[in-house]
């Protein structure tokens, strides 16, 4: 029989804590970053699991933060691509063709890496 948790409520005094070590890595801009190890984050990190709201197990090893890394390398690299053939007069389905992509992620390229193509 597998073992229930039971929710940990922290004490106000608590959660004042929380908030405040969690006001200062916001300031620093440390939002998006789950696996960062500067001192406020790892103050913020140890407070949590010290008071029963994070669990060491549920903390992910960082392969989401690489994965999303690798996706904008590939999609720079891919921009380069994409801005090389349009200076060379190719069409958005011509630079699909040409880098072995769909015409869709090539106008999302587009847009998101502001490139004049040619229609």
């Not at 916001?26 to 970053?33: A, C, F, L, P, S």
């Not at 389905?93 to 769909?102: D, L, M, N, P, V």
Request: proline fraction near 1%.
């Amino acid at each position: 029989m597998s073992k229930v948790k039971k929710r940990v409520r922290p004490t106000k005094e608590q959660w004042h804590e929380l908030n405040h070590l969690l006001d200062n890595v916001v300031e620093i801009g440390h939002v998006n970053e789950r696996n960062c190890r500067c001192t406020k984050c790892t103050k913020l990190n140890s407070y949590s699991e010290s008071i029963g709201l994070l669990d060491k197990q549920e903390i992910d090893d960082g392969r989401w933060d690489r994965r999303r890394l690798e996706t904008k390398h590939r999609h720079e690299k891919d921009a380069i691509q994409v801005t090389k053939l349009a200076h060379q007069g190719y069409n958005r389905g011509e630079i699909a063709s040409k880098i072995k992509r769909s015409r869709g992620y090539v106008n999302k390229l587009a847009v998101e890496f502001d490139i004049e193509i040619q229609r």
